[in-house]
């Protein structure tokens, strides 16, 4: 079966960093692009981070631009989120996901065919 298992969430304080995980299974991943989404209590879930494969194309959303760095580590099936600098306004439940056969990373999530469960983020002093 696929599935995909986020860990690495946690209560920081302001400024603080946490690095995001998401293992990957079930399937040859090359073929996705991978993306984090989060929700906030009583928000959408919005687009965070993407990245193809080979590492040559990214995307992030502006609010975390500069402050997140998304990275995969193919040889473990893994995905990294590492969050630098947070925010109050960063807390939410993160999600990983995967989008099957595309080569550019999409940012809405009704492209992505697989999610997993999330992990909590909470930034608070």
């Known amino acids: 079966q696929v599935k995909l298992v986020e860990s690495g969430g946690g209560l920081v304080q302001p400024g603080g960093s946490l690095r995001l995980s998401c293992a990957a299974s079930?399937?040859?991943?090359?073929?996705?692009?991978m993306g984090w989404f989060r929700q906030a209590p009583g928000k959408e879930r919005e687009f965070v981070a993407g990245?193809?494969?080979?590492?040559?194309?990214?995307r992030y959303t502006d609010s975390v631009k500069g402050r997140f760095t998304i990275s995969r580590d193919n040889a473990k099936n893994m995905v990294h989120l590492q969050m630098n600098d947070l925010k109050p306004e960063d807390t939410a439940i993160y999600y990983c996901?995967?989008?099957?056969?595309?080569?550019?990373?999409?940012?809405?999530?009704?492209?992505?065919?697989?999610w997993g469960q999330g992990t909590q983020v909470t930034v608070s002093s």
């Open positions: 996901a995967a989008d099957y056969g595309h080569r550019v990373v999409y940012p809405w999530e009704y492209e992505y065919d697989y």
């Open positions: 990245m193809n494969y080979n590492g040559d194309v990214t």
């Open positions: 079930g399937r040859d991943w090359s073929e996705y692009i």
